[in-house]
């Protein structure tokens, strides 16, 4: 069964604090997103990678970075988080090759207070 | 040219009437039209895909109806249930590139028995 897991459901973090969100997915997919979700904005793309140590920016990179040292793991990082990151973030894995489903986590509920 | 408009953003249906959500985009490129269906906290997970050289695709209650011309897209659920609650994306993206796809802004859908 396909599986990609977020390290934790829900996470309250200080202003300034450097935070690390993990993903993790066991389908050996090429291809890995961010994504955060906020209401009536839908699910915006914050970056993706398509191979090892490759990343490329989504819709919107600002304040944040990614990691991607192992081809199952994909990390975002948030430099100096600000509650104007308050947000759910979703990891998502697709494999290569057209029109391929993706597949979502659970989901990280991230506070910044 | 990457944006993807979705409506309603919410919807209330009776059990048995038909759920209608709508979509349009505006770059042609696009080539690959998914629906996603996100449960309260679950991730987003693959309804049902189509593709542009089809302009209708039925898969059980559920249909996609394609319409190139206009550029857009709709899901029809037939006979509606109270299970079928959810949030649904549309998305669109292409087979070229990174594979990526843009999402719409969701639609919170009720079914009330």
């Known amino acids: 069964d396909v599986k990609v897991t977020q390290s934790s459901r829900y996470l309250v973090k200080r202003t300034g604090e450097k935070v690390f969100l993990e993903c993790v997915q066991d389908?050996?997919?090429?291809?890995m997103f961010w994504y955060r979700q906020d209401p009536g904005l839908g699910l915006r793309l914050i970056y993706f990678?398509?191979?090892?140590?490759?990343?490329e920016k989504g819709d919107i990179p600002e304040g944040y970075s990614v990691s991607r040292e192992k081809k199952e793991r994909f990390s975002l990082i948030l430099e100096s988080a600000s509650t104007n990151q308050t947000s759910m973030y979703l990891c998502?894995?697709?494999?290569?090759?057209?029109?391929?489903?993706?597949?979502f986590g659970q989901g990280t509920r991230l506070t910044v207070v | 040219q990457q944006q993807v408009k979705q409506s309603p953003q919410s919807l209330i249906v009776q059990k048995g009437g038909i759920s209608i959500i709508n979509c349009a985009y505006e770059?042609?490129?696009?080539?690959?039209f998914p629906w996603y269906q996100q449960f309260p906290g679950k991730g987003p997970a693959l309804l049902i895909a189509?593709?542009?050289?089809?302009s209708e695709k039925k898969e059980g209650r559920f249909t996609i109806s394609f319409n190139k011309s206009a550029k857009q897209f709709s899901l029809h659920i037939m006979d509606s249930q109270p299970g079928d609650s959810a949030t649904y994306f549309c998305?669109?993206?292409?087979?070229?590139?990174?594979?990526?796809?843009?999402f719409g802004t969701g639609t919170k859908l009720q079914v009330i028995p």
């Open positions: 998502a894995s697709r494999p290569g090759g057209s029109n391929t489903e993706a597949f």
């Open positions: 389908m050996d997919h090429e291809n």
């Open positions: 990678s398509y191979d090892v140590k490759m990343k």
């Open positions: 770059n042609t490129a696009f080539d690959y």
């Open positions: 189509i593709r542009p050289d089809v």
């Open positions: 998305a669109a993206g292409w087979s070229g590139g990174y594979q990526k796809v843009t």
